[in-house]
């Protein structure tokens, strides 16, 4: 994990510098590069032109921690209408992943669970990924995922291998629930989380393992070309089949990687972010990578903000 990763959050934390980021010209720019625009539309379009590249695609409703049961109602109907539209366009292979605390995991567990069931209802056989959020929510959400998964196939979960306690938790998982594998992308206290690299890269070709011997459906959703390359190794090795693999990257990271994997013939998706709360999913990608911020630090001085 970079050493930066801290105060690159800190910042992006201070009501100012959001301020600044969110309500500018540049920061909307730069949030343009991860986020493929404000509408289903445009997510649709960045979906098609990904499958004529031979990509699958994951649309993201962005927004977490919603305020209110109002919002996350909204949030629930607005995957609701995604779907309808992923039904519509039969030729695309495209599905969605959620985040609990925007449909209601913060307000209470009865109603976060009714609203996901609501939106899994309306998928019908498309699959309904949930991702995971800061340490706190894990055991609500791998609860929420264990009543789902009780009543529906078509729902699974991202687990990061950065914390610790996701070695114990890939254990408990309902049977055949498909698993997203990814690092992690929250700042987490060392009590919960491993903080070097070398470990939480260990960590995630170890749970990779575990996942495959146990015959989960599983996602591989990182740009780390090391950890790519383990992974195939280890599935070709295993002789797993292709049909329960995918590789998963974000949309506008490592495009070349995205198109280099599809020409070889892996399966690959792009997770496509779109809507306007794309401030904390900006903070992360900034986080991840500083010399991203550096960027957007100097486009917001040298443009003075430019703000609309
Ligand atoms: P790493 O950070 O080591 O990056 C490897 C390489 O990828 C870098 O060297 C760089 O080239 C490129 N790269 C990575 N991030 C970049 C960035 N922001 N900008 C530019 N280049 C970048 N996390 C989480 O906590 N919960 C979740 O549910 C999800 N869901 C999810 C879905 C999918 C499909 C993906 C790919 C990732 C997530 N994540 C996530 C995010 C994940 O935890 C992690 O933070 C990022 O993927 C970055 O880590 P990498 O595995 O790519 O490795």
Redesign the pocket.
């Known amino acids: 994990m970079s050493v930066l990763r801290a105060p690159v959050i800190w910042l992006t934390e201070r009501r100012s510098f959001r301020r600044l980021a969110a309500d500018s010209a540049i920061g909307r720019r730069v949030a343009g590069r991860f986020v493929a625009g404000e509408s289903l539309d445009d997510a649709l379009r960045a979906a098609r032109e990904l499958d004529r590249r031979g990509i699958a695609s994951?649309l993201d409703h962005l927004g977490e921690n919603a305020d209110s049961e109002a919002m996350c109602a909204d949030a629930a109907d607005a995957y609701i209408r995604a779907l309808k539209r992923i039904h519509e366009a039969e030729e695309l292979d495209c599905n969605i992943?959620v985040k609990l605390t925007q449909l209601g995991l913060d307000q209470s567990y009865g109603f976060c669970l009714e609203n996901t069931e609501r939106v899994l209802e309306a998928a019908r056989t498309t699959l309904v990924m949930i991702?995971?959020?800061a340490s706190e929510y894990v055991d609500r959400t791998l609860r929420i995922l264990g009543d789902l998964r009780a009543r529906h196939e078509n729902v699974g979960v991202?687990f990061?291998s950065m914390l610790r306690r996701t070695a114990q938790d890939v254990f408990a998982l309902p049977e055949g629930t498909p698993v997203?594998l990814?690092?992690?992308?929250?700042l987490e206290p060392e009590s919960v989380a491993h903080t070097s690299?070398g470990e939480v890269d260990r960590a995630f070709a170890h749970l990779l393992a575990t996942l495959v011997a146990r015959d989960h459906p599983v996602?591989v959703?990182?740009?780390?070309p090391r950890?790519i390359d383990g992974a195939r190794r280890h599935l070709h090795r295993t002789g797993y089949p292709w049909a329960k693999v995918e590789f998963?990257?974000?949309y506008g990271?490592?495009r070349d990687l995205q198109v280099g994997l599809a020409r070889e013939g892996y399966p690959i998706r792009t997770?496509i972010p779109y809507g306007n709360q794309w401030y904390p999913y900006l903070t992360?990608?900034?986080a991840?990578?500083p010399a991203?911020m550096w960027f957007f630090a100097s486009q917001l001085v040298r443009g003075g903000g430019g703000k609309t």
Not at 221 to 224: K, M, P, R, S, V
Request: aromatic share 6%.
């Open positions: 994951m992943s991702d995971m959020e991202a990061q997203r990814v690092k992690g992308a929250y690299r996602h959703a990182t740009h780390d950890l998963q990257m974000l990271i490592r997770y992360r990608r900034l991840e990578r991203n």
